[in-house]
T-cell receptor, first 117, second 111 residues
Framework: GAVVSQHPSWVICKSGTSVKIECRSL??????MFWYRQFPKQSLMLMAT?????????EQGVEKDKFLINHASLTLSTLTVTSAHPEDSSFYIC?????????????FGPGTRLLVL | ELKVEQNPLFLSMQEGKNYTIYCNYS?????LYWYRQDPGKSLESLFV?????AVKQEGRLMASLDTKARLSTLHITAAVHDLSATYFC???????????FGTGTRLKVLA
């Protein structure tokens, strides 16, 4: 099956620093990846759609200058949380879209837990 | 605005009992997905429902989709403790391949 990895799985940083999270599709190519965040005991909220070779599309209310997304290859998308603050602490999950026409589905990474002190 | 609501939000049930989780959504979609999430973990795919009337079963779980009613159900048969987790449905926002997740149902199966 399709496997998506994320790195790091855990990160603790000081307020004001930037943190980069990588999302890789290991055994397939993904022209489209998605980034979600999840607060404790809440649902997943779609942050942005990452398209290979073009700018990401952000959901309403998500600051694009705060959450920089780069999808430089068909197997890698990165999310950079710039000038992180404690309110950015969350569980960040990426997914990659794959499958034939009409059968597309998303494969989810294991998530990255960010704690900003 | 697309809304996806699950009912109930919390469910505590005895082992061996049956129960159904409901997922209602507010706009047209032909694709619905069910996921399981264990504490501190990411999502595990359970079912992919791609058409009206689709029914899929795996072990003690069965999922169905009624696109006309904009309703999906996840039925649990003879629950066991290992099914304790949070279950999410997700709707494919038609034509965009974006998933909008439901509110989640936290299930606890008591031994």
């Amino acid at each position: 099956g399709a496997v998506v990895s994320q790195h790091p799985s855990w990160v603790i940083c000081k307020s004001g620093t930037s943190v980069k999270i990588e999302c890789r599709s290991l055994d397939f190519q993904a022209t489209t990846m998605f980034w979600y965040r999840q607060f404790p005991k809440q649902s997943l909220m779609l942050m942005a759609t990452s398209n290979e070779g073009s700018k990401a599309t952000y959901e309403q209310g998500v600051e694009k200058d705060k959450f920089l997304i780069n999808h430089a290859s068909l197997t890698l998308s990165t999310l950079t949380v710039t000038s992180a603050h404690p309110e950015d602490s969350s569980f960040y999950i990426c997914s990659a879209r794959a499958g034939g026409t009409g059968q597309e589905t998303q494969y989810f990474g294991p998530g990255t837990r960010l704690l900003v002190l | 605005e697309l809304k996806v609501e699950q009912n109930p939000l919390f469910l505590s049930m005895q082992e061996g009992k049956n129960y159904t989780i409901y997922c209602n959504y507010s706009t047209t979609s032909d694709r619905l997905y069910w996921y399981r999430q264990d504490p501190g973990k990411s999502l595990e795919s359970l079912f992919v429902l791609l058409s009206n009337g689709a029914v899929k079963q795996e072990g003690r779980l069965m999922a169905s989709l009624d696109t006309k009613a904009r309703l999906s159900t996840l039925h649990i048969t003879a629950a066991v403790h290992d099914l304790s987790a949070t279950y999410f449905c997700a709707v494919d926002f038609s034509g965009t391949y974006k998933y909008i997740f439901g509110t989640g149902t936290r299930l606890k199966v008591l031994a």
